[in-house]
């Protein structure tokens, strides 16, 4: 990060220390009904002709999971003195196990549940279960798509090779009918999808939604084997991250930053689990959700804590490793440095001219 753009963040009290919450993520499962050939679970490519990509082992909570998640919890928020917790559901899929998902919700509640984001591909939700997840603290749902309609489908589909793309964006129409669910779509960004994401981001605008949605644009790594779809860090491919950006602000869309202080982050930002935990379904402790599952990784239990320092030191995974998937580290960084610098400043431009009565575009 440059101190030019360092300093612009400070002014703006993007480092500001704030009272932070516990942070919990939960795989409520490492199943999936899709299979897209990035997944950083997958542990090898799908046999030809198949969406059939072999992952991670299989497990799911059930009810006596929960609890203990729960009791870890309450033990660990007591232990470092935090008297809130934000949770994200993640997996696999977790609304593979809505019923866990809900026990989650509703048992952290008790214990200061400050947030609750879900993570999901979208596939199994219905309106029914999107108006008791919202009623049990859910706030969030963040979702992927992997390019416009052709290109989404070609990438994210269910083992079946069934196309997921129509029932996404019916699913979400439908839950906002009934809830007051915030938005967040994460847009894969690969070199094969790239051109088709001004429509993507044309059609996510116009979703009649309660609030105004989240975008934010993420560089696919390749993190599975047999994956080739990474994009470089060139100038070509800043300049049309940052064409994606001002269609995205004109349109009406918050824009996330592409990259975040890594010790923001509240699983691997700080070593040993001091600000928060990613517990696998099985009870299995990892300091990222990208490593969750993969037993090299594992770095404690619930039932019996985080291993040593010594033992932790070599498994303890941090969520930087996506700048070095795309290019030299310092090409890496002046991409996102640019992008962001151009989130902020439109960001800020449309919050003053709101101020002033002027529409999105005049910025």
Not at 336 to 344: E, G, N, P, S
Request: glycine share 8%; hydrophobic share 40%.
């Amino acid at each position: 990060m440059t101190q030019e753009f360092h300093s612009r963040l400070d002014e703006m009290d993007f480092f500001a220390t704030k009272a932070r919450a516990f942070g919990l993520t939960v795989l409520t499962t490492t199943r999936c009904n899709l299979g897209c050939a990035y997944c950083f679970q997958n542990t090898g490519p799908a046999p030809e002709s198949t969406f059939r990509p072999p992952r991670i082992r299989a497990d799911s909570l059930d009810s006596q999971g929960v609890d203990d998640i729960l009791e870890f919890t309450r033990r660990r928020m007591r232990e470092l003195g935090r008297e809130s917790v934000v949770l994200t559901l993640f997996g696999g899929e977790p609304l593979l196990r809505p019923d866990a998902c809900l026990r989650l919700l509703r048992g952290l509640a008790p214990l200061g549940l400050r947030g609750a984001e879900m993570v999901s591909n979208l596939v199994l939700l219905t309106p029914s279960l999107a108006r008791k997840l919202e009623a049990a603290g859910l706030q969030t749902i963040q979702v992927s798509f992997d390019g416009a309609q052709d290109e989404h489908d070609t990438v994210r589909v269910e083992r079946s090779g069934r196309p997921t793309f129509d029932r996404i964006i019916a699913n979400i129409r439908a839950a906002a009918e009934v809830t007051g669910i915030r938005w967040r779509f994460r847009v894969n960004v690969s070199a094969t999808n790239i051109d088709t994401l001004p429509d993507l981001v044309d059609q996510l605008a116009a979703l009649p939604l309660p609030q105004r949605a989240t975008i934010r644009f993420g560089l696919v790594g390749d993190f599975s084997v047999g994956f080739t779809g990474a994009l470089r860090h060139t100038g070509g491919v800043t300049d049309r991250l940052l064409t994606l950006v001002d269609r995205a602000i004109d349109a009406g869309l918050d824009v996330m930053l592409l990259g975040t202080p890594l010790a923001d982050c509240p699983y691997c930002g700080e070593f040993g689990g001091s600000a928060g935990a990613v517990v696998n379904s099985d009870g299995t402790l990892y300091s990222c959700w990208e490593t969750a599952g993969r037993p090299e990784w594992q770095v404690g239990t619930i039932a019996d804590g985080y291993l040593s320092p010594e033992l932790m030191a070599d498994r303890w995974s941090r969520c930087d490793n996506t700048v070095e998937a795309h290019g030299e580290t310092s090409a890496a960084q002046e991409l996102y440095d640019l992008v962001d610098a151009r989130i902020l400043d439109r960001s800020r431009a449309r919050r003053l001219a709101a101020a002033d009565g002027l529409s999105p575009s005049a910025t």
